[in-house]
């Protein structure tokens, strides 16, 4: 999806990316902690079982991926970007009034240019990538410290995928 349009608002060029981002989320558990579990389980059962840890083929870790979407607001040229908030960007789409669409070619040409520019974004999105990836990470720690559970390692995929949507916001 892609849209130009001209916003009263707005006092620059802005652009506005639709990102979606995936995580590989890596859980490592020992066999040991592994085999209890599965003993426990067989202890409710009325069927007698026992698992030996050596003898236990059980894997020592899980791969998940996670997808999120994520919309980023820049101002100035891709290749010294001038990012928005993450606040900014979501009061930014809130608080604009569109004040009327540009003719189709130009929307195109806007369109292009930015899409010819995107290399330049490479580090900056890379960076970005990371930095969603410890979020999510610390989320998961807090979580599993709670809850007692493994580990997780959380890897951004990347390239993520910025195709889903370009605003482009135009000063009237």
Not at 25 to 36: D, G, Y
Not at 54 to 71: G, K, R, T, V, Y
Not at 79 to 108: C, F, H, K, Y
Request: charged share 25%.
């Amino acid at each position: 999806m892609e849209e130009s349009i001209k916003w009263d608002d707005v006092h620059k060029p802005t652009f506005i990316l639709l990102l979606r981002l995936r995580h590989l989320l890596e859980t490592k558990t020992s066999n040991r902690s592994a085999s209890v579990s599965l003993a426990r389980k067989n202890q409710q059962d009325t069927s007698v079982f026992s698992i030996n840890e050596q003898d236990a083929h059980i894997p020592n870790s899980s791969n998940s991926l996670a997808d999120e979407c994520l919309l980023k607001g820049f101002t100035g040229i891709p290749s010294n970007p001038q990012w928005l908030s993450q606040a900014q960007t979501l009061e930014l789409l809130a608080q604009v009034t569109p004040s009327g669409d540009l003719p189709l070619i130009r929307q195109q040409e806007w369109v292009e240019k930015i899409l010819s520019r995107l290399t330049d974004l490479e580090e900056s999105l890379k960076t970005i990538g990371m930095e969603r990836a410890n979020i999510l990470l610390d989320s998961h720690d807090r979580m599993r410290k709670v809850t007692k559970e493994a580990q997780v390692k959380v890897t951004p995929q990347l390239p993520m995928d910025i195709f889903l949507g370009i605003y482009i916001l135009l000063p009237d």
